[in-house]
């Protein structure tokens, strides 16, 4: 029933700017935390981004901070993830998720396990 539908991935150089896109359908999550992970070639799933429904309340991993900008539209029921300053080591598949839980406080946001919610996944590859 609940669908996540990513786009935006593809291949820059080094220093370029991308941006995801994640809709989502079935029901509104203007009131769900909402995030994104990725999972590099051979390693685990990691954290890189999450926002909060509370306005302005937005986290993000050290590896990406001051880089990356995490942001939503309720009225679209979309999650983006704006990109610059690409480096090679950020080349990975991108999950945006879903937490099914409203109005949360305290939530573990980088956690796998917080989210009910998947999109397929957007390859993203960064060239030297």
């Known amino acids: 029933q609940v669908q996540l539908v990513e786009s935006g991935g593809g291949l820059v150089q080094a220093g370029g700017s991308l941006r995801l896109s994640c809709a989502a359908s079935?029901?509104?999550?203007?009131?769900?935390?909402m995030g994104w992970f990725r999972q590099p070639p051979g390693k685990e799933r990691e954290f890189v981004a999450a926002?909060?429904?509370?306005?302005?309340?937005?986290y993000y991993s050290d590896s990406v901070k001051g880089r990356f900008t995490i942001s939503r539209d309720n009225a679209k029921n979309t999650v983006y993830l704006q990109m610059n300053s690409l480096k090679p080591e950020d080349t990975a598949v991108y999950y945006c998720?879903?937490?099914?839980?409203?109005?949360?406080?305290?939530?573990?946001?980088?956690?796998?396990?917080?989210?009910?919610?998947w999109g397929q996944g957007t390859q993203v590859t960064v060239s030297s």
């Open positions: 079935g029901r509104s999550f203007s009131s769900s935390f």
């Open positions: 998720a879903i937490d099914g839980n409203t109005y949360s406080r305290g939530t573990s946001y980088s956690s796998r396990s917080t989210y009910d919610y």
């Open positions: 926002i909060s429904w509370k306005p302005g309340s937005t």
